[in-house]
């Protein structure tokens, strides 16, 4: 047997070789990036997409063949090529709003620019070669000047983005009202209620006002898959305008009217939130041990635990005002109070027939959703 100090010159050499491995494997992504930037940037000049589902596919199969013949399992393999395709595709995208973006070196003004998604915005658009400036009475951002007060400073931005919480932008739009900026204004509040009587008198006072709802969260860098909505207020030129602050991304752009919207929005929003607040909050009261059930958590616990840690840890006046004051948001509630008495009740009574009608009327939902939503 190998003396321990045979072993340890055997297990430092063996670390030194993963050291370079792992550096090659640097270098490789590396070169594949710069491919796949070139790719894109051909395909672009050829007025294609960038992005292409089938080779996609074909790159993901290729990964899961080869990782068989290397006894990889295809799990690793899915998750790895999965990753360096959505980063290339981030890049990919980066360089094309770095391209075709409008900004030109016109000003921006983000009110509420300090705030999460005031600095996600902030950040594409200074991507898209616009000047940010941005209001908050919080410190500001590293790059961008915060001009204090928008109140009291000359509001002749190109483009004013109000990117505050929900009550407080609803008191925004109200208040620009005395200003009447001549640029395009934009909300981008996930709630659109609050802003219906702001709104409207924005459009007939002749502001260039638009609302849309980014259906993302400010960590977000690739947005292929997400959605952007448009809510339409009748000002055709600002909801184009709004519309082609995006068309250089690979979001879908989504254009509905407000109603719609917070109706919608209210089971979107509001019911998941609330599933996801009502499942920590019935774990909390009652009354066991949290590491005890760790030890017990199954696949299907963890994945609802860790969608609804990332609620819990949001902020929760936001939270409540999604849930308070969306006009249409008890609708979604009482759904959930009536599919929870109903499942309580089956349960209560041993109805095994009802269970499996409830559970096979959610599964045709659900698959009517996929196929409509594949067509």
Not at 104 to 128: E, P, Y
Not at 237 to 258: C, I
Request: aromatic share 6%.
């Amino acid at each position: 047997m190998p003396s321990q100090k045979k072993l340890r010159i055997e297990v430092a050499r063996l670390e030194e070789r993963l050291a370079e491995l792992d550096a090659d494997l640097l270098r490789l992504v590396g070169r594949r990036q710069e491919v796949s930037v070139r790719m894109g940037e051909m395909k672009r000049n050829m007025g294609e997409e960038t992005q292409d589902f089938q080779q996609e596919k074909d790159v993901l199969e290729r990964a899961r063949e080869l990782g068989g013949e290397l006894l990889l399992t295809g799990a690793l393999c899915d998750q790895l090529f999965s990753l360096l395709i959505k980063n290339s595709l981030a890049t990919q995208e980066r360089k094309s709003i770095a391209v075709q973006g409008e900004g030109g070196g016109k000003r921006v003004l983000v009110i509420g620019g300090a705030g999460k998604m005031g600095r996600w915005f902030a950040r594409f658009l200074d991507s898209q070669g616009f000047a940010i400036e941005i209001s908050d009475p919080m410190d500001g951002m590293d790059g961008y000047r915060n001009v204090g007060r928008w109140q009291e400073i000359d509001l002749d931005h190109d483009v004013i983005v109000v990117a505050a919480q929900i009550r407080e932008s609803a008191k925004i739009l109200e208040d620009l009202l005395d200003f009447r900026p001549s640029g395009l204004v934009i909300d981008i509040s996930s709630l659109k209620s609050p802003m219906r009587g702001p709104l409207q008198a924005l459009v007939e006072a002749g502001v260039k006002i638009s609302s849309i709802h980014p259906m993302f969260g400010p960590d977000t860098e690739l947005l292929s898959g997400r959605h952007v909505i448009f809510i339409d207020l009748g000002v055709e030129e600002a909801h184009q305008a709004a519309r082609g602050l995006f068309t250089s991304t690979t979001a879908e752009l989504v254009d509905m009217d407000l109603e719609e919207h917070d109706r919608l929005i209210a089971y979107v929003l509001g019911l998941s939130h609330a599933l996801n607040i009502a499942f920590v909050a019935a774990l909390a009261k009652s009354g066991e041990d949290a590491p005890r059930l760790a030890q017990l958590s199954s696949t299907t616990f963890d994945a609802q635990l860790k969608v609804a840690s990332q609620v819990a840890h949001d902020n929760p006046h936001l939270y409540f005002e999604i849930q308070s004051l969306n006009d249409y948001g008890s609708e979604s509630l009482v759904a959930l109070q009536k599919a929870v008495s109903e499942l309580e009740s089956i349960v209560e009574s041993r109805d095994e027939r009802g269970f499996v009608d409830l559970m096979d009327e959610s599964l045709r939902y659900l698959e009517r959703r996929l196929r409509e939503g594949a067509g």
